[in-house]
């Protein structure tokens, strides 16, 4: 019995320790073979997506987000060559994000890379983030992936850019920029929607990030309240 | 009885007890005496059906040795299968919300679908365990789960095949395929979204 039971829990632990990448691969591969057994792919297009995934993790870049926009590629029943065309595009930023994340001297973390990589999807232009990364000191490569963030829901919205480059600036330069501050956009939408001018969002911004105060201090200062910036009844929270 | 324990005397009595029994003569009516008393004698009793005998055996307590490493890899197997449960079903409705989560409600209108799904980051695009629930006098599907905080990006899928943006979102971008995602941003704490 007791060997049995050393068997077991053995057996376990080994499941266990192995369940991350193997598992994971092995969930992309049943994905595209029931992909081309259900003629989505072709076998020619299913060899393609596979191999801009193994490059992207020869260069080092973070795998599970290229499986995942295989996930919703097929999901969405996006043809083959587009799937392919996007991991392609997708490889670009996230290389391009490494490498800028990388110039202050530490190594970005695959979230960093990921997240940054992301907002070139988002929105964030590749010359607003070399300026970015390029402020002195330079900011640590998780603050800069949240300055990315910040910066691409801010472009999606069409917040003036002069406004936001002051509002960044300031966050990078104190140090004080926290992952709240990536819903920045959304207290925009409130405030405009209030009739507060960009102008007044983005002096009262900086204040308060020079003050050492986060997004909730800006609600404040802004007389808005969580509720206030809350979507509305019987829709996605 | 335990013929060990008889002392010699006792084994001599008994031995020659017996054989007067073999002298003796029972009578003419020994037979029906005997069977007269097996008729007075209380029915045994009739053997159980096979249900109530299963059911007798599951009643009956009994003491179970196992030992602390069997237990420990009992433990195991369970916590492994309660994760794996939970990890399976994301989607499924609870009166309590895991710590760390906050409650979510997605909306669509989208009253001549047959069936329609959420699908995003959340759930690695799939539509299983993440069906939402009709209903028929306000064409609207509706589908209430927990997430974590942070911003997320999802679709309606109509019909398990047509990819529908949320209306009511805070935010549609590139999907990086020529369409749109849905961004649904989560809060900290209270659950309320930004």
């Not at chain 1, 590749?126 to 983030?129: D, G």
């Given at each position: 019995m007791a060997r049995l039971s050393s068997a077991i829990l053995a057996a376990l632990l080994l499941a266990a320790a192995c369940f991350g990448a193997p598992a994971l691969a092995s969930q992309l591969a049943g994905t595209l073979q029931r992909a081309q057994d259900e003629r989505r792919l072709t076998p020619e297009e299913a060899a393609g997506i596979v191999t801009e995934i193994n490059e992207a993790r020869e260069l080092g870049l973070p795998r599970q987000p290229f499986e995942a926009k295989v996930e919703e590629g097929l999901a969405k029943r996006v043809p083959g060559p587009a799937i392919i065309q996007a991991l392609e595009i997708m490889r670009g930023d996230y290389a391009f994000a490494r490498d800028v994340l990388a110039r202050g001297g530490t190594g970005p973390s695959?979230?960093?890379i990921a997240q940054t990589?992301?907002?070139l999807r988002l929105g964030l232009t590749?010359?607003?983030?070399t300026e970015m990364a390029a402020l002195e000191p330079p900011a640590?490569?998780?603050?800069?992936?949240?300055?990315?963030r910040t910066r691409a829901g801010l472009n999606a919205v069409g917040f003036p850019p002069s406004l936001s480059d002051g509002i960044l600036c300031t966050g990078l330069s104190a140090g004080l920029l926290t992952?709240?501050?990536e819903q920045l956009f959304r207290m925009v939408q409130r405030t405009r929607a209030s009739g507060v001018p960009d102008a007044a969002v983005a002096a009262a911004a900086a204040r308060v990030m020079a003050e050492g105060g986060g997004p909730g201090e800006l609600l404040q200062e802004l007389g808005l309240t969580g509720r206030d910036t809350r979507q509305a009844p019987g829709r996605s929270n | 009885m335990n013929t060990e324990r008889l002392t010699e005397p006792s084994k001599d009595e008994l031995a020659s007890g017996?054989?007067?029994l073999g002298a003796m003569d029972p009578g003419p009516d020994f037979a029906a005496r005997v069977m007269g008393r097996i008729g007075t004698a209380a029915p045994l009793p009739a053997p159980k059906r096979r249900m109530a005998r299963v059911i007798g055996w599951l009643m009956e307590p009994r003491t179970i040795r196992v030992s602390p490493l069997g237990?420990?890899?009992a433990a195991a197997c369970l916590l492994l299968a309660l994760g794996l449960f939970l990890k399976i079903n994301p989607g499924a409705e609870s009166g309590r919300t895991p710590a760390g989560l906050s409650p979510v409600t997605f909306v669509l209108a989208a009253p001549s679908a047959r069936e329609v799904a959420v699908i995003g980051s959340f759930?690695?695009?799939k539509a299983a365990g993440w069906t939402m629930r009709n209903d028929p006098a306000t064409g609207l599907w509706t589908l209430t789960t927990a997430l974590p905080p942070g911003s997320h990006e999802y679709v309606f899928l109509v019909d398990g095949t047509t990819p529908v943006t949320d209306a009511a979102a805070a935010l549609n971008v590139d999907d990086g395929f020529g369409s749109r995602n849905s961004v649904l941003l989560v809060k900290n704490g209270d659950g309320t979204a930004l």
């Open positions: 695959p979230d960093d990589g992301e907002s590749r010359q607003q983030l640590p490569p998780a603050m800069l992936a949240i300055a990315a992952p709240g501050w | 017996l054989r007067r237990s420990l890899a759930n690695g695009w």
